[in-house]
């Protein structure tokens, strides 16, 4: 059974601050990766999407990285706003199309 | 494009009441998921649809819960009798036939008392 686990579960940085978020799963038999953003009293938006053959991808200030062999995926944030504090989840596809979900990192950046 | 549509927002029931939510994916989208989202947790799945089809619903407690998607279009989750333990925000997603990328709802946010 698929497990997803994410470190830390809260983080509090000051603006401008360079983060990185954790995520790791137990099975590697993977076929992508997301990584969500949860505004409170909001559904999940996608942020980014790695396919199993990919290494990372990059979209703004956002980077994320995939080492499907030991399980890791890392959200690198550049340069964090005020604007980027919400909750943000991973999720990994493995069989039969299903999506398995971390419980987050719940993200503040202070002004 | 208009979003995954969900109501309602919010609701409150009493324990043992019935409820119903109601999704409505993105145009020309096949793929239906609902999950369940206690609080301090990630989303778990409860069932998906291909097109009117269950594709999985090994999560779902069918002695309560019970979901359909008719004209492979629309789909409503119904919980009943509800427990205190189903207090939830239940969030439908979407997802195209090519792309593996899931498109998630606002939620319904369900408070049991």
């Known amino acids: 059974k698929q497990e997803v686990t994410q470190i830390p579960a809260a983080l509090s940085v000051p603006e401008g601050e360079n983060l990185v978020l954790n995520c790791s799963f137990t099975?590697?038999?993977?076929?992508?990766l997301q990584w969500f953003r949860q505004d409170p009293g909001k559904g999940l938006t996608s942020l980014l999407l790695i396919q199993s053959s990919q290494r990372e991808q990059t979209s703004g200030r956002l980077n994320a990285s995939l080492d499907k062999s030991s399980g890791r995926s890392t959200l690198y944030i550049a340069a964090s706003q005020p604007g980027d504090s919400a909750t943000y989840l991973c999720a990994v596809k493995g069989g039969g199309n299903k999506l398995t979900f971390g419980t987050g990192t719940q993200l503040k950046v202070e002004l | 494009e208009a979003g995954v549509a969900q109501s309602p927002r919010y609701k409150i029931i009493e324990k043992r009441q019935s409820v119903a939510f109601w999704c409505n994916p993105i145009?020309?989208?096949?793929?239906l998921y609902w999950y369940q989202q206690i609080l301090g947790q990630g989303p778990k799945l409860l069932i998906q649809f291909q097109n009117n089809g269950v594709v999985d619903d090994s999560q779902l407690p069918k002695d309560r819960f019970s979901a359909e998607r008719l004209k492979g279009v629309d789909s409503t989750l119904k919980i009943q009798p509800a427990k205190l333990e189903d207090s939830a925000v239940y969030l439908c997603?979407?997802?195209?036939?090519?792309?593996?990328?899931?498109?998630f709802g606002p939620g319904t946010r369900l408070t049991v008392l």
């Open positions: 099975d590697s038999a993977i076929y992508n």
């Open positions: 145009s020309g989208h096949a793929t």
């Open positions: 997603a979407s997802s195209p036939p090519v792309l593996d990328e899931q498109f």
